[in-house]
């Protein structure tokens, strides 16, 4: 008997194996939630195996056979890639999907500028974008559900290599009329005795906290918050200091909060933001046009960087 089944039909299931959801799976693959019920059932049906346990109002959970079947998914998929990659390298062309991850909490501010010029540059390339915390990043990398990411060197696993872009020296996030506003610096030592609002996420929060544990100090942390746009928000609205690695083009929070951005003094150890790719690959064509555009639009901007204040962010990334 042969089996009829489509990449197309093993993309929908990777997707909805990873969101646990028909409807983000659709978002994610850009086609309509009954399009990806209808491929889920297809495989179901022509396999013989249930692949999911629907659960209402709870979303779907693979069984052991449609975990299974989602790893093999996946290899399916990247072996069928190799046939873009290899028609690449042998006309030249530079087409086809490209899955490229970003740390939340500057991918709002660098993602949607560097996609625009590179799509502009490239419009054979399907561009697929992902915002994770530095955590998922490292793993997707690893599953080969992301061709390459763009994050900071936190823990780089040696599995993995990092290609330096920018580097981010620390500053404090003040509200205009914090008593340390409208200073050229200030040191960790003056901001220990303020409240402070911890970017709480993976890597990240342990970065900032060592910035007071190597001066022997420790911060008055009064909230904790994961989410970026939270924490400026909160900090316009007194009710702390915060630290970032990337200034933001606005001084004002979402809310219309006025900021305050001050260096931090000393020597500070800084954040690198650079590219993340798995050791000893060979990156396709594509992947190795993206790597040299983001390497010349970066490292062009400079210590400038018109990003969204901040490293690491959840799932809209780490720092």
């Given at each position: 008997?042969?089996?009829?089944?489509?990449?197309?039909?093993l993309?929908y299931?990777?997707?909805v194996g990873?969101?646990g959801?028909?409807?983000?799976?659709a978002e994610?693959?850009?086609?309509?939630?009954?399009?990806?019920?209808?491929?889920i059932?297809?495989?179901?049906?022509?396999?013989?195996i249930?692949?999911?346990?629907?659960?209402h109002?709870?979303g779907l959970?693979?069984?052991?056979?449609?975990?299974?079947f989602v790893?093999?998914?996946?290899h399916?998929?990247?072996?069928?890639?190799k046939?873009n990659?290899?028609?690449n390298e042998?006309?030249?062309?530079?087409?086809?999907?490209?899955?490229?991850?970003?740390l939340?909490?500057?991918?709002?501010?660098?993602?949607?500028?560097?996609r625009?010029?590179?799509?502009?540059?490239?419009?054979?390339?399907?561009?697929?974008?992902?915002?994770r915390?530095?955590?998922?990043?490292l793993?997707?990398?690893?599953m080969?559900?992301?061709?390459?990411?763009l994050?900071?060197?936190?823990?780089?696993?040696a599995?993995m290599e990092?290609?330096e872009?920018?580097v981010l020296?620390?500053?404090a996030?003040?509200?205009?009329d914090?008593?340390?506003?409208?200073?050229?610096?200030?040191?960790?030592?003056?901001l220990?005795?303020?409240p402070?609002?911890?970017?709480?996420?993976p890597?990240s929060s342990?970065y900032?906290?060592?910035?007071f544990?190597?001066?022997?100090l420790?911060?008055?942390i009064v909230e904790?918050t994961?989410?970026m746009?939270?924490m400026?928000?909160m900090?316009?609205?007194?009710?702390g200091?915060s630290i970032?690695?990337i200034?933001p083009v606005?001084?004002?929070?979402?809310d219309?909060?006025?900021?305050?951005?001050?260096?931090?003094a000393?020597n500070?150890?800084p954040?690198?933001?650079?590219?993340?790719?798995?050791?000893?690959a060979?990156?396709a064509?594509?992947?190795?046009?993206?790597?040299?555009?983001?390497?010349e639009?970066?490292r062009?901007?400079?210590?400038?960087?018109?990003?969204?204040?901040?490293?690491t962010?959840?799932?809209?990334?780490?720092?």
């Open positions: 008997m042969v089996l009829r089944f489509t990449l197309r039909q993309e299931l990777v997707a990873e969101y959801s028909v409807t983000e799976a994610r693959v850009n086609v309509s939630a009954p399009s990806v019920s209808a491929a059932s297809q495989l179901e049906r022509e396999f013989g249930t692949l999911f346990v629907r659960r109002a709870h959970s693979l069984t052991q056979a449609g975990r299974s790893e093999q998914a996946r399916v998929l990247g072996e069928a890639a046939f990659a290899l028609s042998l006309t030249g062309q530079v087409r086809g999907p490209l899955h490229v991850a970003c939340v909490t500057f991918a709002q501010a660098v993602i949607p500028a560097l625009r010029a590179f799509s502009d540059a490239y419009p054979d390339v399907d561009f697929f974008q992902y915002e915390d530095h955590a998922r990043i793993e997707g990398l690893r080969a559900r992301f061709d390459i990411a994050s900071y060197d936190l823990d780089i696993p599995d990092f290609h872009l920018a020296p620390p500053y996030v003040l509200h205009e914090h008593p340390l506003a409208g200073r050229p610096e200030v040191t960790v030592e003056e220990a005795a303020h402070m609002i911890l970017l709480d996420l890597y342990a900032f906290l060592s910035l544990r190597e001066a022997g420790a911060p008055h904790r994961r989410d746009s939270v400026r928000a900090v316009a609205n007194r009710f200091y970032a690695n200034r606005s001084t004002y929070a979402l219309g909060g006025r900021l305050n951005f001050v260096s931090l000393g500070l150890r954040m690198r933001m650079g590219i993340i790719a798995m050791r000893g060979s990156p064509l594509t992947v190795r046009r993206f790597i040299d555009f983001c390497s639009r970066i062009g901007m400079g210590m400038d960087l018109p990003v969204c204040a901040d490293d962010q959840e799932e809209k990334g780490t720092s």
